[in-house]
């Protein structure tokens, strides 16, 4: 029989509680496991925003004239709610490796979280081609990849001359607007220099900064040098000061020497036996520069001539005009090969050089001599004597200036001192005696003076031309010698141009005319006065050419013409070259016939018209017993007779295998071939009616050159 137990509150209560603690604990697991499960969630979700990558702007156009650009990345994340308290860092780099040359940009890394970063862009043309170029800069990120595209256009840079135009002429001592147009890419500061064909002889401007903006033009004024010649192969450059390798030239540009003002300088007579007034001088313009005409193409409009202030009838009086290519002419060029040449202009081998462009465009009968001076132990030595052998001088220049030259004290001014006592002592007006001076002017060594200078100059009427080199402190000094002397100063800043300015000089050397007429008064007339007035280019020269003259002085029969004979002081080579003049031609003249006594070989040749020639299309003949006879060509026609009064050149003797210190050649003249009366006579020498006899006396030393 089973047992029930008793069933009583007491059992129940217990049951119940136990229950009770059991539901209990039940809950609590629960609870905690769900509120770890929220805890867990909430890690899980609660997190800071990743980043967002965001470009603005994402095309950089430079265009041609831009080279800064920028563009911003910016991280577009937001702190946003409970499960987004913060953002996370933008971590950025722009790949640099692949970059073109002409491309800069900064930074290329960084992290951005609130504050955007800003990247600059920079372009430098001068590594681009021209044209347009174009790069993609990719930009690697924690947010993902993007690209800025980059456009540049580079236009060709240009500078452009637009003022003046080619084949603008500009006149001498004008102002004259140059004007230009220049790309962005061109620096803002220019040099502008003149051309003579393809040699750099001026600056105009140096280093001009012309610079206002972008696209403004350039303009700079130039007054044109007065040592520029007239010409038309000039040109005018402009470059880049910055790159020179950027320019622009227009030519050709035409220089003129309008004639402003004339000057009648250096005026001297050589009136002379029979009825011959002689004026001699220079014409200089408003800057002291020589005039140059063409004394063939000059009308008496122009030159007028009075005797007692009545005009002379020009075709009368036979009246003419010479330039100095007709007559003689002595040039003693003086080189300065001192230190301080060598110091201020470097390489001066432009001095020999131009030294040979003025013995080059020396006639046949003109005479050459060079003096040079270098060093302290030494006075100044000659290294050519007077000659009329032009590859002799040119030769003395060229080997000593290709020798090791010594170089020290400069001693300038006894350098042409030792010029200047070359010339005769006792001046002699059928001669121009020109001494040519290339220096700086310093001097530190000289016994001798400025004023002794000038000083012997006029005593011996001899011109000092100068070419003075650099800005030294004796410019002053160097341009007083040329005015007091009657010559011309020209200025060259340095050797580079030397050469160039120096054909100023020649030109200048080149400037001395004569006017000659037979007068028709007579000794019973007494003294009268004869003006002269020279007219060029609608300009008067000042002042008249004046003297008076004593007729009883010169009067003599025009029916007798004048010889004389110019020889060389001094034999090179072993030869000799001997001119005959004609210093006075009588009327109808198409005939000479002379006899030269020489047992020597030699030769007899006729002078140019360009060296003074007055026979040049005559007809040169040796006759069986010696005789020379020059003949017109045709003596029948008086067309090619030699003009009454005139002067020049007949022919040249040409004598080798001198050994000798000098020696003497009979010379006669046949006057009996004149059937009017005509006969020649030696200058200074009593008139012979048959026969015209002299010894002409050559040379007094001998200079042996193998």
């Known amino acids: 029989m089973s047992y029930i137990p008793k069933d009583n509150g007491e059992n129940i209560n217990r049951e119940n509680k136990k229950t009770y603690r059991a539901k209990k604990k039940k809950r609590f697991i629960f609870t905690t496991i769900a509120l770890i499960f929220i805890a867990i969630?909430?890690?899980?979700?609660?997190?800071?925003?990743?980043?967002?990558?965001?470009?603005?702007?994402?095309?950089?156009?430079?265009?041609?004239?831009?080279?800064?650009?920028?563009?911003?990345?910016?991280?577009?994340?937001?702190?946003?709610?409970?499960?987004?308290?913060?953002?996370?860092?933008?971590?950025?780099?722009?790949?640099?490796?692949?970059?073109?040359h002409w491309l800069t940009i900064k930074p290329v890394t960084g992290a951005i979280k609130e504050t955007p970063e800003k990247i600059s862009v920079k372009v430098d043309r001068n590594f681009m081609p021209y044209g347009s170029s174009m790069d993609e800069l990719r930009i690697l990120t924690n947010a993902g990849d993007a690209k800025v595209r980059i456009l540049v256009q580079k236009s060709e840079e240009r500078l452009t001359l637009i003022s003046p135009a080619a084949s603008t002429s500009i006149?001498?001592?004008?102002?004259?607007?140059?004007?230009?147009?220049?790309?962005?890419?061109?620096?803002?500061?220019?040099?502008?220099?003149?051309?003579?064909?393809?040699?750099?002889?001026?600056?105009?401007?140096?280093?001009?900064?012309?610079?206002?903006?972008?696209?403004?033009?350039?303009?700079?004024?130039?007054?044109?040098?007065?040592?520029?010649?007239?010409?038309?192969?000039?040109?005018?450059r402009i470059e880049?000061?910055?790159?020179?390798?950027?320019?622009?030239?227009?030519?050709?540009?035409?220089?003129?020497?309008?004639?402003?003002?004339?000057?009648?300088?250096?005026?001297?007579?050589?009136?002379?036996?029979?009825?011959?007034?002689?004026?001699?001088?220079?014409?200089?313009?408003?800057?002291?520069?020589?005039?140059?005409?063409?004394p063939n193409k000059v009308v008496w409009e122009n030159i007028k001539i009075w005797e007692n202030e009545t005009e002379i009838d020009y075709l009368e009086s036979h009246a003419l005009l010479y330039s100095q290519d007709d007559f003689q002419l002595q040039v003693m060029i003086v080189l300065d090969y001192s230190a301080s040449m060598y110091e201020k202009n470097?390489?001066?081998?432009?001095?020999?050089?131009?030294?040979?462009d003025l013995i080059e465009?020396?006639?046949?009968?003109?005479?050459?001599?060079?003096?040079?001076?270098?060093?302290?132990?030494?006075?100044?030595?000659?290294?050519?004597?007077?000659?009329?052998?032009?590859?002799?001088?040119?030769?003395?220049?060229?080997?000593?200036?290709?020798?090791?030259?010594?170089?020290?004290?400069?001693?300038?001014?006894?350098?042409?001192?030792?010029?200047?006592?070359?010339?005769?002592?006792?001046?002699?007006?059928?001669?121009?005696?020109?001494?040519?001076?290339?220096?700086?002017?310093?001097?530190?060594?000289?016994?001798?003076?400025?004023?002794?200078?000038?000083?012997?100059?006029?005593?011996?009427?001899?011109?000092?031309?100068?070419?003075?080199?650099?800005?030294?402190?004796?410019?002053?000094v160097l341009k007083n010698i040329a005015l007091e002397t009657g010559g011309t100063y020209v200025h060259a800043e340095n050797i580079a141009v030397l050469q160039e300015r120096f054909k100023q000089t020649i030109k200048d050397i080149k400037g001395q005319y004569k006017i000659k007429y037979i007068t028709p008064k007579k000794p019973e007339d007494g003294k009268f006065i004869v003006?002269?007035?020279?007219?060029?280019?609608?300009?008067?020269?000042?002042?008249?050419?004046?003297?008076?003259?004593?007729?009883?002085?010169?009067?003599?029969?025009?029916?007798?013409?004048?010889?004389?004979?110019?020889?060389?002081?001094v034999i090179m080579y072993n030869q000799a070259e001997i001119f005959i003049w004609c210093e006075h031609v009588p009327r109808y003249i198409n005939e000479f016939r002379f006899w030269i006594g020489l047992e020597k070989p030699y030769d007899v040749i006729l002078t140019s018209s360009y060296d003074g020639g007055l026979c040049q299309n005559w007809i040169l003949s040796k006759d069986p017993d010696g005789w020379y006879r020059l003949s017109s060509p045709d003596k029948t026609d008086p067309r090619y007779n030699l003009e009454f009064g005139d002067f020049g050149t007949l022919c040249k003797i040409v004598v080798a295998d001198i050994y000798e210190k000098g020696f003497a050649i009979p010379f006669k003249l046949d006057n009996s071939i004149y059937d009017m009366g005509q006969v020649f006579y030696e200058e200074g020498k009593i008139s012979q009616s048959k026969d015209f006899s002299t010894i002409i006396s050559v040379g007094n030393t001998v200079e042996w050159i193998p």
């Not at 620096?187 to 105009?204: D, W």
């Not at 004639?259 to 009648?264: A, E, F, Q, Y």
């Open 41 to 100: 969630l909430i890690i899980l979700l609660r997190r800071d925003a990743p980043p967002i990558l965001e470009i603005s702007p994402i095309n950089l156009n430079f265009g041609d004239k831009q080279t800064d650009m920028e563009f911003t990345i910016k991280n577009a994340a937001k702190a946003e709610g409970f499960f987004r308290p913060d953002v996370k860092n933008l971590t950025f780099e722009i790949e640099s490796k692949k970059h073109p």
């Open 171 to 236: 006149s001498v001592g004008d102002n004259r607007s140059i004007e230009w147009t220049a790309t962005s890419g061109v620096s803002e500061s220019v040099n502008i220099f003149l051309y003579s064909k393809e040699e750099k002889i001026g600056t105009i401007a140096d280093n001009y900064n012309f610079r206002k903006d972008d696209t403004s033009k350039g303009s700079f004024t130039w007054k044109v040098d007065d040592f520029i010649r007239e010409g038309d192969d000039y040109a005018i």
């Open 240 to 294: 880049d000061a910055v790159n020179p390798a950027l320019f622009d030239e227009i030519r050709p540009i035409k220089i003129l020497q309008p004639v402003r003002k004339i000057k009648i300088l250096n005026q001297t007579t050589d009136h002379q036996i029979p009825n011959t007034i002689q004026f001699i001088f220079s014409l200089r313009d408003q800057s002291n520069h020589a005039i140059l005409f063409d």
């Open 361 to 476: 465009s020396l006639n046949d009968t003109h005479q050459v001599g060079v003096v040079e001076f270098h060093r302290p132990d030494k006075p100044p030595a000659i290294l050519q004597d007077f000659t009329t052998y032009k590859n002799a001088a040119i030769e003395a220049v060229r080997q000593f200036s290709s020798g090791k030259i010594y170089r020290d004290f400069s001693s300038c001014w006894d350098a042409v001192l030792k010029g200047l006592k070359q010339f005769p002592e006792k001046p002699d007006p059928d001669i121009f005696k020109t001494l040519v001076f290339l220096s700086d002017g310093f001097d530190n060594s000289s016994f001798s003076t400025p004023d002794n200078v000038i000083s012997l100059a006029k005593e011996r009427d001899v011109h000092i031309y100068v070419l003075g080199i650099g800005r030294g402190s004796e410019e002053d």
């Open 346 to 356: 470097g390489d001066i081998t432009r001095m020999a050089l131009s030294a040979k």
């Open 531 to 569: 003006k002269s007035e020279i007219t060029y280019g609608g300009v008067i020269g000042a002042p008249l050419l004046h003297d008076e003259v004593e007729p009883s002085s010169i009067f003599g029969k025009t029916i007798e013409g004048i010889i004389r004979f110019s020889t060389p002081s």
